[in-house]
C-alpha cells in the first residue's frame, strides 16, 4: 500500500517581497551593476535554481548582521532539446526557453529578499532605476502570482 503525504501550505515560507528588472544586460553585468549602486554583495551561488530539470541562474548574497538573504535570479532559461525529429532535421537539436515565472514572460530577472523582519526595499528600488540600461524595475507582489511556489526555495 502506497503512502500518501500531503505538504501544509503553512510549511512554505512564503514571507519575501520581490523586485521585477528588465534589462537586457547579462545576469553577471547586472549583479554588478546592482552592486555598485547598493549595499549588497551579489555573487554567483555554487548551485542554480532547479525547477523541472531547468537550471536558472542564481546570485544570492546573505547579510548576517540584519538576517537579510537576497537572491538575483534570471525569469528565463534555455535548454537543448534532443527531441525525436524525423526528416531533414532529424539530427538538429533545438533550444526550448523556459520561464520561471510563466505568467510574466516579460521579466528578465528577479531580485528576492527573504528577511526575518520585512523591510521597506523602496531604496533599493530607487538604485536600481538609476543603473543606466535598466529599462524598467518595480515591486511585484508575491501574492499575485500564480507560480510562487517556484521562488519558494
Given at each position: 500500500?502506497?503512502?500518501?503525504?500531503?505538504?501544509?501550505?503553512?510549511?512554505f515560507?512564503?514571507?519575501?517581497?520581490?523586485?521585477?528588472?528588465?534589462?537586457?544586460?547579462?545576469?553577471?553585468?547586472?549583479?554588478?551593476?546592482?552592486?555598485?549602486?547598493?549595499?549588497?554583495?551579489?555573487?554567483?551561488?555554487?548551485?542554480?535554481?532547479?525547477?523541472?530539470?531547468v537550471?536558472?541562474?542564481?546570485y544570492?548574497?546573505?547579510?548576517?548582521i540584519?538576517?537579510?538573504?537576497?537572491?538575483l535570479?534570471?525569469?528565463?532559461?534555455?535548454?537543448?532539446?534532443?527531441?525525436?525529429?524525423?526528416?531533414l532535421?532529424s539530427?538538429?537539436n533545438t533550444?526550448?526557453?523556459?520561464?520561471?515565472?510563466?505568467?510574466r514572460?516579460?521579466?528578465?530577472?528577479?531580485?528576492?529578499?527573504?528577511?526575518?523582519?520585512?523591510?521597506?526595499?523602496n531604496?533599493v528600488?530607487?538604485?536600481?532605476?538609476?543603473?543606466?540600461?535598466?529599462?524598467m524595475?518595480?515591486a511585484?507582489?508575491?501574492?499575485?502570482?500564480?507560480?510562487?511556489?517556484?521562488?519558494?526555495?
Open positions: 500500500m502506497a503512502a500518501v503525504y500531503k505538504i501544509s501550505e503553512e510549511c515560507d512564503d514571507s519575501f517581497e520581490l523586485i521585477a528588472i528588465h534589462t537586457n544586460l547579462e545576469s553577471y553585468q547586472l549583479a554588478y551593476f546592482i552592486n555598485s549602486v547598493t549595499d549588497l554583495q551579489l555573487a554567483r551561488s555554487f548551485r542554480d535554481l532547479v525547477v523541472d530539470t537550471a536558472y541562474a542564481l544570492e548574497y546573505k547579510d548576517a540584519s538576517e537579510e538573504d537576497w537572491f535570479m534570471a525569469n528565463k532559461a534555455q535548454k537543448e532539446d534532443t527531441g525525436l525529429a524525423e526528416g532535421f539530427q538538429s533550444l526550448i526557453t523556459y520561464h520561471l515565472l510563466e505568467e514572460k516579460d521579466i528578465n530577472y528577479l531580485l528576492k529578499l527573504s528577511a526575518e523582519q520585512t523591510i521597506q526595499i531604496n528600488l530607487e538604485q536600481i532605476k538609476s543603473i543606466p540600461k535598466v529599462r524595475a518595480y511585484l507582489e508575491p501574492e499575485t502570482l500564480k507560480s510562487k511556489k517556484n521562488l519558494i526555495f
